[in-house]
């Protein structure tokens, strides 16, 4: 209800609603004709942009997909899609009805700025391939079923990931249509300060095009900065059975490889993951796109090491708790169900300390001194400290290791201790750097600035 009040009243609606609501009581007062012509101009402009959804799944329905497709119609309804796409888009521009859009979106964007010179990622692929989604349910804590209410992206999005997260970057989010060779699309700039270029493929979708599309994207990246890290996310897996998941990846693997190598783009270093944002997956995949771009990766990496061989621990993961991404773990393999389980305590943690945790100034969820423990029944218990106020370490043990406690209790003092250490140094050495500001930021906030507690 409070979402559906939303949708209608926000201010860039009004117009919509007013015309809506107005049509309504025309007709009621006895002008049906008017009414109605009031009433669906509303409509129009109020739902006008999920069109392209609509025409989307209306295209996948069998039979109508038939139809759709003879010459004469399916020109007409793609002339009706640029239409409403628009010819061109605003680099650096910012549709305002975007985040106002029926979910509870929780960041302040900047959306004009990079003042600090944070790390960029960009968001790419065609059309209706998920990108928006990705970044709405990593990020912005909006459930997967939403998404299908989301509306086309027709400008570049920017999107500050820093006010209540530890890591630190922007996400654009780029129309499905983006012309490369548009005079409007600024290549340097796009891609000279960018970190990482996550490009979407719909898995469940003939991905041909996107393969070409995901060619010309990463030769025209790699020309302007080589230092870009290329993921590809083969998106939208739940619908496809185990055996198809594996032979897209492999297939499109193979393709998008041998299409660069053709070309002459030998070096060039694709990492592939197959996402859907109805599990964790997508949340893995971008846990490991961030973790690329943090310069403390290996120190991290070893500390966790050092902690879990003895603290007789099984697997560690130092967690970013508000998007639920890990930014570092140990150096055993990771597989899905740990990585799950591990989210699942976040939550639970986070959803009991805010309904019996007291209310503290700053009304973080657990504070420096809070310990919680999960014990499941095939003897395993799930650890999870608070780092900081952002981070927490969430392991996964035996319950006979659990028997020494205090050892673990102790080894995680030290390995905080280290962390803010490491973080320390870093912050020195910025802080020396400051004056020659090089232009590409830090990821990661350093310690002493996101209220650590002693
Ligand atoms: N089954 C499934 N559907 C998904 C997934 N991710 C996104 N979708 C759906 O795909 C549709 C398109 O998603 P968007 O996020 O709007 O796609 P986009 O790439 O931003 O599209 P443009 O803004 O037009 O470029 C929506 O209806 C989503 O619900 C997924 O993992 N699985």
Known sequence: M???IFFFFQRTKIKASSFFFLGIL???LGWPIIGMIAELYGFILLFGGFLPNAVY???????????????????????????????????????KDYNDGPYDGESDLNVNSNPEGKPRILLMGLRRSGKSS????????????ETLFLESTNKIVKDEISNSSFVQFQIWDFPGQVDFFDSNFDCEMIFGGCGALVFVIDAQDDYIDALMKLNLTVTRAYKVNPNIRFEVFIHKVDGLSDDHKIEAQRDIHQRANDELMEEGFDSVNLSFYLTSIYDH?????????VQKLIPQLPTLENLLNIFVSNSGIEKAFLFDVVSKIYI????????????????????????ISCIYGTKDADGAAFDHQSLSLI??????????????????????????HFARQGLIDYNFVCFRNAIQEVFEVRMQVQQASHNANTGVGELIQPLNSVALKE
């Open 134 to 145: 990705i970044q709405k349910v990593v990020f912005h804590k909006m459930s997967p079923n």
């Open 375 to 400: 014990k499941l029944n095939n003897s395993t218990i799930l650890y999870l400290r608070e780092v900081n106020r952002f981070l927490a370490l969430v392991c996964i043990l035996r319950e006979d």
């Open 2 to 4: 409070k979402k559906t």
């Open 328 to 351: 570092a773990t140990d150096s055993s393999p990771v597989d899905m169900q740990s990585y799950e389980l591990c989210c699942d305590m976040i939550d639970v943690v986070v959803d």
């Open 57 to 95: 799944y209306i295209r996948r329905l069998p039979g109508l997909n038939i139809v759709l497709n003879l010459p004469g119609i399916s020109s007409s309804y793609e002339q009706e899609e640029e239409d409403h796409y628009g010819p061109g888009y605003e680099v650096g521009s910012y549709t």
């Open 281 to 289: 997956s997508i949340f893995e995949a971008f846990s490991k796109v």
């Open 26 to 28: 025309i007709v009621f």
